[in-house]
């Protein structure tokens, strides 16, 4: 574990509100006229997926620690109820913008575009129609009312389902006359319904599928009448809980307790702002709620179901311009992955370079018959993805394959268990990992029989990455990928494997730095090394690239490295509890995030040391999961000129973007930097560089 901090424990931020400075950077996003106005709608959304994801983990957690009566500080000196306070108060601020820019300039917007969601009270004859034969043709087969009485109690709902409550009043044909139903919508109906060309004169006219309920709801209720109709939304405690102790099969466990993620503890309720003050006291009865957990929201209340827009309307003019990624020089020729691989190390940068040499890194192991065993890690990848299928061929094919699977990646439990399934099918060794200890390290080897010297032998090939092997998120995330046959690297990732799959003691690695033995003391070593050098008057430079800083060692190192006179930068794209620029404590340091196009994944740590400037590529954040709670690998960038290329296109662009960078200062808070020089924008730069065709 950490030894004991040696700095005030207001030298840190707080890792929730930091979440939410993120997610207003994000929603910077949708409110810039520069980016197009489709692409706007999907930030817009992100946000709304971010939040979803932000209730369910870390407002529970604080919810959890509240209800435990916990009273200790966390790093920033906050106990969980001020937390939970202002982060409160933050996320209504946030939530209520982005509703404005919503409704007051993306749907006006769209609509002067010929994208219009048409509101209940201006649909005309034709329309009305229309939607009414929807209704009873789609929408009313599937839904099920339930009025509220001794025999009918308040349903389950589901975590983030579309719901609604209804007031009525009268009685049926029982004599019942409870004054309340909930009708909850299947997930099957779409939430976003496209009307005919030809009903509205305009080429995407949409109505919401709240709208569409609303306006034919009396029809649930024979004779009876309805007071009111609201929409509403629970968010649920999603973090699943496997005890270690009583576990005999991890697989079997979480199978058991994957259905009960969408019904856990609720944490936050979504209605429309209409919503009766009768009706929302209810319902946060019936869900154990306070008032501060309410949002009531001047719209529908699951924005992340406009995600399908944009896909779903052909106006490339408000979208991004489409892109073919790129390859390297060495690969557009070589046809032979393996030939390549020999004769140098090959370097991809995601998405601005093709994901595909790693495909075919595997394809071609599945059919290459002087290949006799391959072995991956599987964190996210897809139920549907290429590498699964090239995997499952290998083993069909008679080669010894392996597959790490990690049960345990966040709600993507399920679709791994059925990965897990299909491989075992086959014959492939499937195994979990180390239990308690998440496999987040990207890794994929190969075994290859070939003539080595005069005796011959086996030459490992391995591909080793910042990112998942997931190939559409590929084309979204920036990420860097390494394939060699580099014997060294090679022997610390055949290593690995062992410890995943086997048992015995962790051996001395030759280069990877790992978690959770060494990748947390050699990163201390490297920022220590970089301050013993300033203070001899050389020079000490860091440059970090990460999606998140929250381990507190490594930013009191930071903290003594800057003071020692080592320049410091680090790119943070989301969370970040380290102060920067305050004086004579992290003077030296500065921090920014790139929020863009592409999410920003890679992680990238760069230290001068004495000119060798030593570059290594992670699948870890600097954050004390990565660092103590998961395996995870850390590797150099050996060669000089991918060493070099790293830099140029990693480090370099996003220190001077002034485009979509923001800076941090001491407080926390962001802001765009205002400068009079020519644009500079990292992300569309290496697409212009890296890409075959923008």
């Known amino acids: 574990m950490p030894t004991p901090r040696r700095y005030p424990l207001d030298h840190f931020l707080n890792r929730e509100l930091s979440l939410l400075a993120f997610n207003r950077r994000v929603l910077a996003q949708a409110a810039d006229s520069r980016v197009p106005l489709l692409e706007r709608l999907r930030f817009l959304c992100i946000v709304s997926s971010n939040l979803d994801e932000f209730f369910e983990i870390r ?43 919503l409704n007051d300039a993306i749907l006006p917007a769209l609509t002067a575009e010929g994208i219009v969601f048409l509101r209940r009270i201006l649909w005309n004859e034709a329309q009305s129609k229309w939607i009414s034969d929807y209704f009873f043709r789609e929408v009313m087969p599937v839904l099920t009312p339930i009025g509220l009485d001794p025999a009918h109690p308040f349903p389950r709902v589901l975590n983030k389902s579309l719901n609604f409550a209804i007031e009525l009043d009268g009685t049926d044909a029982f004599g019942r006359s409870s004054g309340a139903a909930i009708v909850q919508a299947p997930r099957s109906l779409p939430r976003v319904i496209q009307l005919p060309k030809e009903l509205t004169g305009i080429d995407y006219g949409f109505v919401f599928l709240s709208s569409v309920l609303h306006q034919h709801v009396g029809e649930l209720f024979a004779g009876m009448n309805v007071l009111g109709c609201y929409q509403f939304r629970v968010t649920r405690n999603s973090d699943l809980f496997v005890d270690d102790e009583e576990v005999k099969n991890l697989r079997t466990a979480l199978q058991g307790e994957l259905p009960q993620r969408h019904f856990g503890d609720a944490v936050r309720l979504e209605v429309a702002d209409n919503c009766s003050d009768v009706m929302a006291d209810f319902l946060l009865q019936q869900f154990g709620l306070g008032r501060t957990d309410i949002f009531r929201v001047p719209g529908i209340v699951n924005l992340v179901r406009l995600m399908s827009v944009p896909d779903s309307v052909d106006r490339p003019d408000l979208k991004y311009l489409p892109f073919q990624p790129g390859l390297p020089k060495s690969l557009a020729k070589r046809f032979d992955i393996f030939a390549s691989i020999r004769k140098q190390d090959i370097l991809l ?100 029989r070939e003539e080595i010297g005069k005796s011959g032998g086996y030459r490992r090939y391995c591909h080793l990455g910042t990112g998942n092997y997931h190939p559409r998120t590929t084309r979204f995330y920036t990420d860097f990928g390494l394939l060699t046959c580099h014997n060294e690297i090679n022997e610390d990732v055949n290593e690995i494997f062992k410890q995943l799959t086997g048992l015995g003691k962790a051996h001395t690695l030759r280069h990877l730095w790992q978690a959770p033995f060494t990748l947390h003391s050699m990163t201390l070593a490297a920022i220590h090394a970089e301050t013993a050098a300033a203070q001899a008057g050389r020079k000490g430079q860091i440059i970090a690239k990460m999606n998140s800083l929250v381990e507190p060692e490594i930013i009191e190192a930071l903290y003594e490295a800057s003071q020692a006179g080592v320049e410091i930068d680090l790119i943070v794209r989301g969370s970040c509890i380290l102060r920067p620029g305050v004086k004579g404590l992290s003077e030296r340091i500065r921090v920014r995030s790139v929020i863009g196009r592409f999410l920003e994944h890679s992680r990238i740590f760069y230290f001068y040391a004495d000119g060798e400037e030593r570059v290594y590529l992670a699948s870890a954040d600097w954050m004390e999961r990565n660092f103590f709670r998961r395996i995870e690998s850390c590797f150099p960038v050996l060669d000089p000129k991918l060493k070099r290329r790293v830099i140029k296109e990693g480090l370099r662009p996003y220190l001077t973007d002034n485009s979509q960078a923001w800076d941090m200062d001491k407080h926390g808070d962001f802001a765009v930097r205002a400068t009079r020089r020519a644009r500079i924008c990292a992300q569309e730069d290496l697409l212009a560089e890296l890409a075959a065709s923008v």
């Open 59 to 101: 407002v529970a957690g604080l919810k959890e620690q509240i209800k435990l009566g916990s009273h200790t500080p966390g790093t920033d000196n906050l106990q969980p109820e001020e937390v939970f306070r202002r982060v409160g108060l933050q996320a209504h601020t946030l939530i209520a913008e982005q509703y404005a820019l």
């Open 349 to 448: 940068h995601h998405p601005f370079q093709s994901f595909t040499p790693v495909i075919q890194f595997l394809q071609q192991a599945a059919d290459d018959l002087q290949v006799v065993a391959i072995r991956m890690t599987v964190y996210r990848t897809g139920i549907d993805s290429v590498l699964l299928e090239h995997l499952l061929r290998a083993a069909q094919q008679g080669k010894e394959v392996t597959v790490v699977v990690e049960l345990m990646a966040r709600f993507d439990e399920e679709a791994n268990l059925n990965i897990a399934a299909r491989l075992e099918e086959v014959g492939v060794h499937v195994v979990y990992g180390v239990f308690g200890y998440k496999t987040h390290a990207k890794m994929l080897q190969v075994l290859r």
